[in-house]
C-alpha cells in the first residue's frame, strides 16, 4: 500500500495505491481475484470545499466516483463496469453503467443473498439508474446473449422499472406506486426446440436449485408471446 497525503488548498486529496497482491476476492467473475494476483487498486478523496469527491479505480474492472456533503445525509454515485468513466445521477443514489461479458446468474444471486443478510437497505445507496450490456447469461434455465439491461427510478411516485431486452426473451419487472405485488410483464418469450436429454454442463452448485428464491417477493405475470423455436404456441 502507499499513502500519499497532499496539502494545497482547495486541491488538496489523500490518496491510497495498491496493487492487492496478497487478497481475496471472492466475488463474481471478472471480479474476483486470488491472493497471487495482482490488481492495480486507487482510491482518491478531496480534503477541502463543500463536497467531498472520491472515486476508486480497480484495474480496467470497474470505476467508482462519489460525490458527498459532510453533515448531510446521502450522495450520488456512479459505477462502471469495465473500461469507461464513471457518471453520477443527477439525484442522490447509484448510477450503474457499463458492459459484462460472461455473467453467471447464480454467482450473483449468491453475492446479493450475501449483501443483504450483512447490510442493512439504510446502508446502501440506493439505485437511480441502470444501464448494462451483458454479452452472455449462463446458469438461467435458459440461455441469453446480447442483453440489454435498462432500470429507472422514480423517487417522488416510490416506482421503479427494470426491462430486459434479448433475442428469446423481452420484458419488464416494475414496482408501481403504493403498495401491492411486482408486475413481471414479458412480451416475448422464446423457448428451444424440442430436443433429447439435455446436456448436463454445469456444476450442481450452479444451478437454479440451489438459489436463494426465498429473496423472491409477490409476483404479478403477464405473458404475451410464447414460442419454442419459431413457432407461436400462444
Given at each position: 500500500?502507499?499513502?500519499?497525503?497532499?496539502?494545497?488548498?482547495?486541491d488538496s486529496q489523500l490518496v491510497v495505491e495498491s496493487d492487492f497482491a496478497g487478497v481475496t476476492l471472492d466475488l463474481p467473475a471478472p471480479f474476483g481475484k486470488s491472493a497471487a494476483q495482482k490488481i492495480p487498486v486507487a482510491w482518491r478523496m478531496s480534503l477541502a470545499g463543500r463536497e467531498r469527491h472520491m472515486s476508486l479505480g480497480y484495474g480496467q474492472l470497474l470505476e467508482l466516483v462519489a460525490v458527498s456533503v459532510p453533515q448531510e445525509q446521502g450522495l450520488r454515485a456512479g459505477l462502471m463496469l469495465g473500461p469507461g468513466k464513471a457518471s453520477l445521477p443527477v439525484s442522490q443514489g447509484l448510477r450503474?453503467?457499463?458492459r459484462l461479458g460472461l455473467v453467471m446468474?447464480?454467482?450473483?444471486?449468491?453475492?446479493?443473498?450475501?449483501?443483504?443478510?450483512?447490510?442493512?437497505?439504510?446502508?446502501?445507496p440506493l439505485l437511480q439508474q441502470a444501464s448494462l450490456?451483458?454479452?452472455?447469461?449462463?446458469?438461467?434455465?435458459?440461455?441469453?446473449?446480447?442483453?440489454?439491461?435498462?432500470?429507472?427510478?422514480?423517487?417522488?411516485?416510490?416506482?421503479?422499472?427494470?426491462r430486459l431486452d434479448?433475442?428469446?426473451?423481452?420484458?419488464?419487472?416494475?414496482?408501481?406506486?403504493?403498495?401491492?405485488?411486482?408486475?413481471?410483464?414479458?412480451?416475448?418469450?422464446?423457448?428451444?426446440?424440442?430436443?433429447?436429454?439435455?446436456?448436463?454442463?454445469?456444476?450442481?452448485e450452479a444451478?437454479?436449485?440451489?438459489?436463494?428464491?426465498?429473496?423472491?417477493?409477490?409476483?404479478?405475470?403477464?405473458?404475451?408471446?410464447?414460442?419454442q423455436a419459431d413457432e407461436l404456441l400462444g
Open positions: 500500500y502507499q499513502l500519499l497525503h497532499n496539502i494545497d488548498g482547495s450503474v453503467d457499463g446468474a447464480p454467482e450473483w444471486w449468491q453475492l446479493l443473498e450475501r449483501g443483504l443478510s450483512g447490510a442493512g437497505q439504510s446502508d446502501l450490456t451483458l454479452g452472455q447469461v449462463q446458469g438461467l434455465p435458459l440461455e441469453l446473449n446480447d442483453v440489454q439491461l435498462k432500470f429507472v427510478r422514480d423517487n417522488e411516485a416510490g416506482a421503479w422499472q427494470l434479448a433475442a428469446n426473451l423481452v420484458g419488464s419487472l416494475q414496482k408501481p406506486a403504493g403498495d401491492g405485488p411486482l408486475q413481471l410483464s414479458i412480451e416475448r418469450l422464446r423457448l428451444p426446440a424440442a430436443a433429447g436429454e439435455p446436456h448436463k454442463t454445469e456444476p450442481e444451478t437454479v436449485a440451489n438459489w436463494p428464491w426465498q429473496l423472491l417477493p409477490a409476483l404479478s405475470l403477464e405473458l404475451q408471446q410464447l414460442y
